[in-house]
């Protein structure tokens, strides 16, 4: 009942450590507006078109953002602007360790570092040229309170989506919200490492068969009802039903240590088996299991175990220099910021960014030598 390559999940090298439990394989992130701005002042079909032809987030992106912005500052609605901490690495790199990357539409997964990419540099121009336009609030760099969601808030804010995503915002945030999925055309990209867990018998358990046959219970349609009764607890005292596969539950969302009982199911087995409960948009499942999780866009480096001993000083040379620039660069607040980030960039290649990132490309080599 689960897919061969999810097991891949927990394997390293040819040796499987654990049963891989099986929920939404990737999570889909995208643009959040509020309807009232969004409907008036954001040219919709220019982004839709933008992220369903673009393979990442550049400048054809940025010109229809900032368009956007200019239309809510003349208005006066540009409230605390938007939010800085819109990743521009979210579409089309996926991470092998801290910001190395390779594009996933590069065959040879050729390792990049995010913030030497014309993307990361170009973004961070942009940024300083908004910040003092007044697309993006002043006290950017020193602020810790969040404007998402609020009335004369951000205009617009990055976040995760999925099926029923503006439903559910619009309901977090009581205002009517417009999402906008970085991959509109339902191109599922499944990662290499993903939210999910797994779960291992001990080497030294004297229960070894047994464990294993218990496991395979809950990771499949056979054990359907027990796995729902370590999830949700018992009908009539934890939960009540609503239908034959629908039931509502004493809590919204997963359970805490304060609600009477209930766990993870994506932590406890197959979540294809698990009750649709009270807070789950219609057609959940099918959308994550006949959707999300059938996409044939699938990461090729799942089972990649990098090993960082080598670099593990230079990568946290690397960190040290981030920690110095980042937040200015993405917060826009500065007057030069092409000069500054070229500094950065000097910086990270006096740390070892050249190093790092020829021997995890040795590495990436080899792992897909193995694979194919």
Known sequence: DIPEFVFSYMKNGEKLYGVPTYQMLCVESGLYAPKVLAGKYLNEEALIRVLSEKPTLGNEFLDVIEDYLAKVKADGKIGYGIDHWIDISSKGFERLVDYFAYRIDNDSCKVELIF?????????IRKSEWYKKGYIRQ?????????VGKENGNVMWMSTGGIGAAESASKKYNMEINYYPFDPTNNYFIPMSNTAVGTCVMANSKYVNESVQ??????????KDLYNIL??????????????DKIETLYIGNATQNDKYGLYKWIVGNAKFAYDTQGDSEGFKDYVFNKVN?????????????????????????????????????????PKAEEVYDEFIGKIHKAGSEEVKVELQRQVDEFLSKSK
């Open 116 to 124: 030497e990419t014309p993307e990361f540099k170009n973004y961070s």
């Open 139 to 147: 006290d950017a760099l020193s602020s810790t309170d969040s404007q």
């Open 214 to 223: 218990l496991l395979n219970l809950l990771y499949s349609e056979k054990g």
């Open 231 to 244: 999830v949700f607890g018992i009908e009539g005292e934890h939960y009540k039903k609503l239908g034959n």
């Open 294 to 334: 059938s996409s044939k866009n699938i990461s090729k480096m799942i089972g990649f175990m990098p090993d960082t001993t080598a670099i593990s000083t230079k990568l946290a040379q690397i960190l040290a220099v981030k920690g110095e620039y980042f937040n200015s660069l993405m917060t826009g607040s500065l």
